[in-house]
């Protein structure tokens, strides 16, 4: 999968750290298989943000396709 | 599914066996492709058909008597069809298709005496393998006594192009005195064929003993004969044993057996099914001219064809029909599925679609049972480690719940210490109408006072879903509280629940409470208008189910509407066998087919039909509407959702309890965050399988400390949790009414380290 997911809207601060959410590498893994992506996360705490568009579209994909495989 | 069980699933079904016509024909001509082509004005593609399977096609369809109209289904329904002046037609107003393929020179020769139409059939199909032939006959020309027919019937041009078509195969003509046994003496050949159906001198019909009938073989190795007279069909009766000494002869010159795997005639023999219930007589149409069809009468001759085909199931079942197969080429795809190692499994939602109603095993000639596959197929993928988490998953999570503290109940009547009957009303009923399982439980115990109640789910979604261990674990602890509530009578008001205790827990002796009532009396009204009964397809071998229901309704004098699958025909309304949970599409369809065989408003005694089918748009009644006309919901009443379903089976358990002044001990700590949602919002989440119960647990989580994120320019949030195997997302706004629900979105794949 291509490896950069980062929404139009970036406008979003993580609580409590506050801080705005910026692109970091993120792992993410399902039925044993890890993928290396770019995603927003909190610089401070690491909390990743998995936005509707990227959920419902690319990860459903992928989901889809491991589970078939 | 091995090799030997796709063997077996696959002769069940009969799709693939032949036409009558084809079965009829000698030649194994497929005449209904042929006669559709016919049908459809390609005249070309017609004549491929016929010189696929034709020997010299030009003298054969001139010629051929057409068997296979005597086998044809239509002849009691206007009369057969007129294969062979179509066939006649065809060849009139076609030319052939150009050179004939020849497979690679053989060494070994073959001597056909005679030049009759079996003679020319032998060197036609041997020249083809390749085989060296020389074809001896008397006369100037080739053709035995073709050469004797009417211009009209045969012009000897035609033959001429034949037979020169047939010297392009490197067939030799040679021309002799006489058909006598001197000319084989002379003309040695590793393969003699002596056409009967020419002038064959005395000396050499002497020699002849009677052939064997399957291979035409003679006693003496290497000669075979055919073309004797007698025969119903003179020329193709010809052509067809002619045939049959050029498959014998073929074999005998590579030493192979005559008769090992041979392909025996079929006489018009075939499995196959073509329905004809409903179908209107046509008359054949009549040329009107003396030379046969025009092109404009045999098209609206060939028109008449059925087309048979069984497809009994596929005809009546949206799932079927939707994959563009039937069930033999489904057992193929289910085996292949099963076979594959990497790659790709592209069968699995179509294995977990099935709703395993069992119409269609009711419905086939040979009883195959897509159920019965599907349900092996799910299990192998479950046993192996392969079937997909999210196939069933929200199924089995509604199944875990409603068998959770929080909804599950069981206890005697309210004063009573024992149970001689106990009612399960059915976790979608309890989910769906708990005002009316109330009010149906209040009924029962009027009728028998010593009647508890067990809120619980069957089982049947991890039946369906294949999972046996998590299936006969439910079972086992069932009957373990069954037993201890004193073995009482089990009452349900659910089809699937039924069935469910009759198969596998029979010691519950399941009845079903429309039964009961049936023999109680009740005291209700009709809704005037009819109405169209639709039996839940988990009643389709309980009769007495049915007819109770039936003789409810004529109580109350209900009219009904007609419906033509109903009974032990009746469709699945796309929740069973989990088809709603792995394919809601599908689903979907299955149920706008269902609504749209009646115009009248429906009625179903199974609450998840009713669910399932309100879901159209259509008017839909659960039986309880009319019992219980004070508790009685509109039919235009839209389905429940899968949200309201869990809060209502909490609030049942509730007012039973308080019934006992108890409640149901501690709460859930979510269970009372308010929320606001719209109705598009409940669509989305209803279409999304996400539950208002899901939203409010990341809600209360994230109201306890954990991260959110907030919008730096409107103040929105967004909150996450993984519950189980999915992670939820909420995006709200905070109100004092409570959290005002934007959207929420899931996945199941897994964020290294957590997600919010």
Known sequence: MSLVFIPEDMDWVCEPCGERLQPGKVELTYLGNAFHVEMPVCPKCGAVYIYEELALGRIHEVEQLLEDK | MDQKELREWEAKCIQEEPPACRAGCPLNVDARAFVLSMARGDFDGARAVLEKSMPLAAVTARLCEAPCEVYCIRKDLGGAIAVGGLERLCIRETSPKGKIPRLPARPRKVAVIGSGPSCLTVAFDLARKGHPITVYHLGEKPGGWLRGLDESVLPQAVLDAELQRLGSLHVTFVAVPALDAALIEAHPADAVYVGQDDAIAPDLLALLTPPDPETMALERPGWFTGGMAGREFRFISAVSQGREAAVSIDRFLQNASLTSSRVPLRDGRTDLFTQTFGIEPVERVVPAGQGGFTREEAVREAGRCLDCQCLECVKHCVYLAEHGGYPKSYARRVFNNSAIVQGMRQANTFINSCSMCGQCETLCPHDFSMADMCLDARREMVDLNRMPPSAHWFALEEMRSAKDAQAALIRHAPGASASDAIFFPGCQLAGIRPEQTLRLYDRLLEIEPRTGIWLDCCAAPAHWAGRRE??????????????????????TACSTCLKMFREYLPAFGAVSVWTLLSESGVQAASMGQPLALSDPCTSRHDAQTRDAV????????????????????????????LMDNANPALARKVAQARVAQSEADFLTYCAMCREQLARTGKPVLHILDLLFPETARPAQEPPAGISARRVNRRRLKDELLARHGLDRGPKEPWEDVRLVVSDEVAAMLEERRILEDDVRRVLFAASKGGRVLRHAGDGRVIAASRLGEVTFWVEYREGEDGYEIL??????????????
Do not use: N, Y
Not at chain 2, 562 to 571: K, R, V
Not at chain 2, 743 to 756: E, Q
């Open chain 2, 550 to 577: 039936r003789s409810l309704l004529a109580r109350l004098g209900q009219p009904l509407a007609e419906l033509p699958m109903s009974g032990e025909l009746t469709e699945c309304c796309g929740f069973g066998g």
């Open chain 2, 470 to 491: 998590e299936f006969a674990a439910v079972l086992s602890a069932m009957e373990k509280m069954w037993s201890g509530m004193g073995r009482p009578m089990v009452v």
């Open chain 2, 743 to 756: 959207k929420a979105w899931s996945h199941r794949m897994r964020i290294t380290g957590g997600d919010l």
